[in-house]
């Protein structure tokens, strides 16, 4: 799933493209991605594009006439830069939106179709689908702490609950929790002021790197290698390979669809988490598909 600095990356490459451009057209090649039927999804033909902004994962643009136009990539959503009027692929192709320079392709693999696009007449519409997580990047330590111990959490589950946190899904998680040193499965209700600030700051150390690797990596292009593995994360997809920090092989729990990835040795003082309470820990904590999390 695209998080804060892919859908950061995103729109600044949307910025350079189509901030006070006039849409020209609205192409569905799948209904099912249209999640709103007022407006309509032409709404937009003829309306420039004044703003852009995030909402935890969405991407939203804001028209004319109060008019706002909402993509969420769920997991497997892509966003292609193409010439004017550039054919809708097919099979991966949901929708397009034509502008004089270009056109954005939303496209999505698989056959769950997941992605979405909503309309909204005034930003209210908006707000409804924001899930209501503080943005970790702008939080102090007080707001911070107090979005994570609201609710007595495994720390993977509590920094990817977009009620919790903005933005923070699968792969940057077990990237901050490593960064942090701690375990993904200790309890939001176990952390001490200490390790609350150790947390916070790991996460924004984490996402502001991967956003400014992503950004030297675009440059003035067109953000193609959206992707939740990377080549030089530390752990994230890692399983089996030598942990960047210590050496120790990277270890990985596995629940449902979910998979976590962590180091025993820097972060769980040297035990492996695999045992049957883990397993009932999980089956509690952890939802059994990303998407349930993110939709609430």
């Known amino acids: 799933m695209p998080e804060l600095p892919d ?10 493209r189509v901030l006070g451009e006039v849409v020209r057209g609205v192409r569905i090649a799948s209904p099912s991605v249209l999640r709103t039927y007022d407006p309509p999804y032409d709404a937009p033909v003829g309306l420039e594009v004044k703003t852009l902004q995030r909402v935890g994962k969405r991407i939203v643009f804001g028209m004319e006439d109060d008019l706002y136009l909402v993509i969420h990539l769920m997991v497997a959503g892509r ?8 054919p809708i692929p097919k099979k991966v192709g949901l929708a397009a939106i034509d502008f004089d320079p270009g056109t954005l392709i939303l496209t999505e693999q698989g056959t769950h179709k997941r992605a979405g696009i909503w309309l909204s007449r ?31 959490r495994t720390l993977k589950r509590a920094l990817t609950d977009p009620r919790i946190f903005s933005g923070i899904g699968n792969s940057y998680s077990d990237e901050i929790l490593w960064q942090a040193r701690m375990s ?21 150390e984490s996402l ?8 030297d990596e675009v440059g003035e292009d067109w953000p ?8 030089d994360m530390a752990v994230h997809g890692k399983f089996g390979q030598p942990c960047p920090r210590c050496g120790s092989k990277v270890q990985r729990i596995v629940h449902a669809s ?26 509690d904590d952890w939802p059994k598909t990303i998407e ?4 609430g």
């Open 292 to 295: 349930e999390l993110e939709e």
């Open 7 to 16: 859908i950061v990356v995103y729109m600044e490459a949307l910025e350079r």
């Open 224 to 231: 193609t290698k959206v992707t939740a593995f990377r080549d």
């Open 79 to 86: 966003l292609r830069w193409e010439p004017p009027r550039k």
């Open 122 to 152: 005034g930003f209210e519409g908006v707000a409804e689908l924001d899930r209501g997580g503080v943005e970790p990047l702008d939080a102090d330590v007080d707001e911070f702490g107090a979005a994570l111990k609201k609710e007595n």
């Open 208 to 215: 502001t790197e991967w956003t400014e690797r992503l950004r």
């Open 184 to 204: 993904p499965v200790k309890r939001t209700s176990q952390l001490t002021d200490d390790e609350v600030e150790q947390l916070r700051q790991a996460v924004v």
């Open 258 to 283: 979910n998979e976590s990835n962590y180091c025993a040795t820097c972060q769980t003082g040297g035990k492996l988490l695999a045992d049957r309470s883990l397993s009932r820990l999980l089956k």
